[in-house]
Nanobody
Framework: HVQLVESGGGSVQAGGSLRLSCAAS????????MGWFRQAPGKEREGVAT???????TYADSVKGRFTASRDNAGNTLFLQMNSLKSDDTARYYC???????WGMGTQVTVS
């Protein structure tokens, strides 16, 4: 079955960086679009970035120029490099695939 496991979250000061990873298994990872989403307490989940099977990416306006999504198809891993972090980036970050029918459990990012 499809399994997505996020890692790399943590606490960081404003202006700092973190790199999130999402390890995928149970399906043909390289064929599917992957997405990063986040949800802050009391707020709705929002899309952060998507990366298609050909490597093309889209970003939310709030993270453009600061976040970079990438994927390692050989290693079945999705990444999100987050630079110049702001307090507004504090949220639980999730990866998803399969037209967002499959989700990981998330990893917490806290920016102070």
């Amino acid at each position: 079955h499809v399994q997505l496991v996020e890692s790399g979250g943590g606490s960081v000061q404003a202006g700092g960086s973190l790199r999130l990873s999402c390890a995928a298994s149970g399906y043909t990872y390289s064929s599917y679009c992957m997405g990063w989403f986040r949800q802050a307490p009391g707020k709705e989940r929002e899309g952060v970035a998507t990366i298609d099977s050909d490597g093309s990416t889209t970003y939310a306006d709030s993270v453009k120029g600061r976040f970079t999504a990438s994927r390692d198809n050989a290693g079945n891993t999705l990444f999100l490099q987050m630079n110049s972090l702001k307090s507004d980036d504090t949220a639980r970050y999730y990866c998803a695939t399969g037209a967002w029918s499959h989700w990981g459990m998330g990893t917490q990012v806290t920016v102070s």
